[in-house]
């Protein structure tokens, strides 16, 4: 089977993650048949430097012409200015949108060897196994207004928050599907107790509910999830989320299996269903690290993980996405880290040899 990826690195540690993940799925494809065809676009703080905008037209234009997306990161200090009008992140706000991404999928799962490579007790995060759902279109990332004016009492600022009806129920039925598929048991993420959009966000999800009697549905204000992902993270299954709580919680979260480097994602424009491809954009939960590029460090089994939700959701290839899975777990088993999951009596590898290592893997 042939398939078209759009293939964006990025900025910082953004190139070196991504070719590892190219590295695999070259391994993937000479194995199991396909083709993967890869077409490399401009976005985030190297379009801004290349061409004077975030998001180049020619690579929103390609995006729409394949058939899924691998994204590296985006941002750094060099593009920092809190008077510009134009960000690397606003390229990738703006590329989310416009291929209608709305559901953004992260698994925190800890794979066994690593439960001594966190801050916390192996006990707490043995057997960790849930996924969060955040929706990713809407709330306060994209709300207007949005802006800065000065007034002759200093300066002022504004953000805002705002949810349609339609927004909540796509996003919490997403959650619903998912939990049917795991444990049956989900908890809706809000601040109900101060918020107006969370207060509609539980109601319509309590909506939502009645259609899923076979799902214990919980809800539950964000502070007190930030406090139980640490106290007790195998509480939960499925987490549903809106914007802004998702994307703090995630990195919370991250810290349950070691590192962000090993969280990855999965940004879809549909609700995941058996035989039927969805497109979407998948990448790395973590940043552009610029103070670790070039040097050979970074952890890019986030971005290789990545790469096989891509041929889980997007192409139905289970079996290949299983293979990469696999070999991360096998590498990890034989004790090889990187430098942010490195724990006494491993060995120490870098990027690239990472990436080596795990294709290996898929090739054997």
């Known amino acids: ?9 990025g900025d910082g540690i953004g190139p070196e993650i991504t070719d590892e993940a190219v590295k695999v799925l070259r391994v993937v494809g000479k194995r199991f048949g396909h083709q993967f065809n890869l077409h490399y676009g401009l976005i985030g703080g190297a379009a801004l430097d290349e061409q004077g905008v975030s998001l180049v037209p020619e690579t929103l234009k390609m995006c729409r012409n394949c058939d899924a997306i691998l994204l590296g990161a985006v941002g750094g200090p060099k593009w920092d200015d809190p008077q510009a009008k134009d960000r690397p992140e606003i390229g990738l706000l703006t590329l989310r949108k416009e291929m209608k991404l709305f559901a953004n999928l992260r698994p925190v799962k800890v794979f066994s060897v690593l439960v001594d490579a966190t801050n916390l007790k192996p006990q707490v995060i043995q057997g960790v196994d849930f996924i969060f759902v ?20 200093g300066r002022r600022a504004v953000d805002t928050m705002i949810y349609s009806e339609a927004e909540i129920a796509r ?53 007190a999830c930030g406090m139980r992902l640490i106290q007790n993270p195998t509480y939960f299954d499925v987490l549903v989320t809106e914007n802004t709580f998702g994307d703090i919680l995630t990195d919370e979260a991250s810290m ?11 940004s879809l424009a549909g609700v995941p269903q058996r035989e039927k491809r969805i497109f979407g954009m998948y990448e790395p939960s973590h940043g552009s690290a610029p103070r670790r590029a070039g040097l050979n460090l970074a952890n890019p089994i986030a971005t290789i993980l990545s790469t096989a939700f891509m041929l889980y959701y997007s192409f139905g290839l289970n079996e290949a996405a299983q293979a990469v ?19 006494e009596g491993k060995t120490k590898v870098g990027t690239k040899e990472m990436g080596e290592l795990i294709a290996g893997k898929v090739r054997d």
């Open 1 to 9: 089977m042939k398939f078209d990826i759009a293939v964006l690195p």
């Open 134 to 153: 955040r929706e990713l279109t809407g709330g306060l990332y994209y709300g207007r207004p949005k802006k800065r004016w000065q007034t002759s009492q």
């Open 171 to 223: 996003i919490v039925r997403l959650g619903f599907e998912l939990a049917r598929g795991r444990r049956q048991r989900m908890v809706s993420v809000d601040k109900a107790n101060v918020l107006e959009c969370s207060r509609l966000w539980r109601q319509v999800t309590e909506e939502v509910a009645k259609s899923y009697p076979d799902v214990e549905l919980e809800h539950m204000l964000v502070d």
């Open 256 to 266: 349950l299996v070691g590192s962000l480097g090993m969280l990855a994602s999965a």
């Open 325 to 343: 899975e696999s070999a991360i777990a096998e590498v990890l088993d034989e004790d090889y880290r990187t430098y942010d999951i490195m724990s």
